[in-house]
Antibody, heavy 118, light 107 residues
Framework: QVQLVESGGGEVKPGGSLRLSCAASGFTFSEAHMSWIRQAPGKGLEWLSCIAPGDNFIKYADSVRGRFTVSRDNAGNSLYLHMNSLRADDTAIYYC???????????WGQGALVTVSS | DIVLTQSPGTLSLSPGERATLSCRASQSIPYNYLAWYQQRPGQAPRPLISWASSRATGIPDRFSGSGSGTDFTLTISGLEPEDSGVYYCQQYGSMPLTFGGGTKVEI
């Protein structure tokens, strides 16, 4: 069955950096667009980024463009989110999910909590 | 950006009743690239409906989606206690992808 498992969350100070990972299994990762979505405490869902199977198409939300970078390792079935210049309002649960480019997010991970606090 | 406005904010209903959730887009969504997700407390969202009206695998037929253009509806017929949660609509046809603010269903 399809599994997406995020890791790398934690507490970081404002201005700091963190890298989230998402380990994928149960489907052909190298053929799937992948997305990152976050949810601040008590708030709704916010799409952050989408990356194509071959890295030739990458999109970001305005709120993270220039600070966050998405990448993937198809050989290792892994998705990454490199987060720099973190701010308090980046505090959220971060989910990786399949698709997002003209397809709905069929599968989601369980989420990784990122807390930005001094 | 396409803004999605969901209403009502909260819906309080009894088991067996029908819930009608609305999602209105600021501009027409092409090819009905509109999905609905359910999020129970402490859980990740799970897909219910895609392409405005196609049920995801394993979703009971009491969940149905309809609409086109800028107005979309999720209907839950015969509410069950496990249907409590927050429901989000999302458009996935235009970058940036956007979600509605959610409708909380209390049973």
């Amino acid at each position: 069955q399809v599994q997406l498992v995020e890791s790398g969350g934690g507490e970081v100070k404002p201005g700091g950096s963190l890298r989230l990972s998402c380990a994928a299994s149960g489907f052909t990762f190298s053929e799937a667009h992948m997305s990152w979505i976050r949810q601040a405490p008590g708030k709704g869902l916010e799409w952050l980024s989408c990356i194509a199977p071959g890295d030739n198409f990458i999109k970001y939300a305005d709120s993270v463009r220039g600070r966050f970078t998405v990448s993937r390792d198809n050989a290792g079935n892994s998705l990454y989110l490199h987060m720099n210049s973190l701010r308090a309002d980046d505090t959220a649960i971060y989910y990786c999910a399949t698709e997002g480019n003209y397809k709905p997010h069929e599968y989601w991970g369980q989420g990784a909590l990122v807390t930005v606090s001094s | 950006d396409i803004v999605l406005t969901q209403s009502p904010g909260t819906l309080s209903l009894s088991p067996g009743e029908r819930a009608t959730l609305s999602c209105r887009a600021s501009q027409s969504i092409p090819y009905n690239y509109l999905a609905w997700y359910q999020q129970r407390p402490g859980q990740a969202p799970r897909p219910l409906i895609s392409w405005a009206s196609s049920r995801a695998t394993g979703i009971p037929d009491r969940f149905s989606g309809s609409g086109s253009g800028t107005d979309f509806t999720l209907t839950i017929s015969g509410l069950e206690p496990e249907d409590s949660g927050v429901y989000y609509c999302q458009q996935y046809g235009s970058m940036p992808l956007t979600f509605g603010g959610g409708t909380k269903v209390e049973i």
